[in-house]
């Protein structure tokens, strides 16, 4: 519930910043998306609101754009290449041994909301392939036993900022 009001309390602050005009309905969308990692119904319907454009047309800007999300994501996402060289050296098996160690599927985020994973297209590091980046650090030559490694890494790191 103190969450659901800072939430609240936060989303007026970024709205205060902006004239309630359609025009701003990215930019809002941007600025919550960086705030949040992700746009909630609530934040659609005070967008929808401070603005004065209906919430369908926000829902259909915030569906639209890859950069904007509506499901809340991990503080870490693990993105597994899945592009042609990543394929061809194994990265299905890397992908299935990350979603087996976090018990989650792609497009999923843990309980604890730490990690949430994706598969990307090549990263332009196709000779290290296959490749995973793990909050922002590209990981190459992926092994599956690796898998764990990289998840525990991260998490440390996680859990000490
Ligand atoms: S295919 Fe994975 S980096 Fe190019």
Do not use: W
């Not at 936060?10 to 990215?26: A, F, G, T, V």
């Not at 754009?65 to 394929?87: N, Q």
């Not at 990690?115 to 590091?125: L, P, Q, T």
């Not at 990981?139 to 000490?160: C, P, R, S, Y």
């Amino acid at each position: 519930m103190q969450l659901e009001l800072e939430q609240t309390r936060n989303i007026k602050e970024i709205l205060s910043h902006y004239p309630p005009e359609q025009r701003y309905s990215l930019a809002v969308l941007q600025e919550v998306q960086k705030e949040y990692g992700y746009i909630s119904p609530n934040h659609l319907m005070a967008i929808s609101s401070h603005l004065g454009v209906p919430v369908s047309e926000i829902f259909s800007i915030a569906t639209f754009y890859k950069a904007l999300s509506l499901d809340k994501k991990g503080k870490c996402i693990i993105k597994v290449c899945d592009g042609t060289a990543c394929h061809i050296r194994g990265s299905v098996n890397v992908l299935e041994e990350i979603k087996r160690a976090l018990k989650i599927n792609e497009g999923e985020t843990t309980p604890d909301g730490l990690f949430s994973i994706e598969i990307v297209n090549c990263v332009g590091s196709c000779a290290m392939a296959p490749v995973v980046i793990c909050d922002k650090v590209y990981h190459g030559n992926v092994q599956i036993d690796q898998a764990k490694e990289i998840i525990d890494e991260a998490k440390e790191v996680l859990l000490n900022e």
